[in-house]
């Protein structure tokens, strides 16, 4: 998350540094959301405030249902899920790591075969 682009959104960059403000619960949170409140008015930040919500929502639910990572993701990921301490998460285990393929997909709809 540390990259400065936009990814192509109006505000992009402020808005990827609130929702990692939100989710690290960082000191700087306050003056972030007023920065973004002064950028994408209130119904903006209220907008942005939700969709930090859900997505974490998501992720947490995922997790508690304990669905596998499929295995293409599970091949996508395999050098950095435990560099990132992906693989210490409680629903981990729900993955069975020794089916991760030698070959990457060479496309989308093959990743999650």
């Known amino acids: 998350m540390r990259d400065e682009g936009d990814g192509g959104v109006p ?3 402020l808005l990827a540094r609130y929702a990692e403000a939100v989710c690290r619960k960082d000191a700087e949170l306050a003056e972030i959301r007023d920065r973004l409140v ?3 008015g209130p119904a903006g ?3 942005a405030a939700a969709t930090v919500a ?3 929502g998501l992720v947490r639910v995922a997790d508690a249902t304990g669905i596998p990572l499929d295995a293409g993701t599970l091949a996508l990921s ?3 899920r435990g ?3 992906l ?3 409680g629903g981990a285990v729900n993955t069975d ?3 991760v393929r030698a070959v990457i997909p060479v496309d989308v709809r093959s990743q999650f075969a």
């Open 11 to 13: 505000h992009g960059a």
């Open 38 to 40: 002064a950028a994408v």
């Open 45 to 47: 930040a209220v907008e």
């Open 54 to 56: 859900i997505f974490s």
């Open 78 to 80: 395999d050098g950095w």
């Open 83 to 85: 560099r990132l301490g």
């Open 87 to 89: 693989d210490r998460y």
């Open 97 to 99: 790591v020794s089916q």
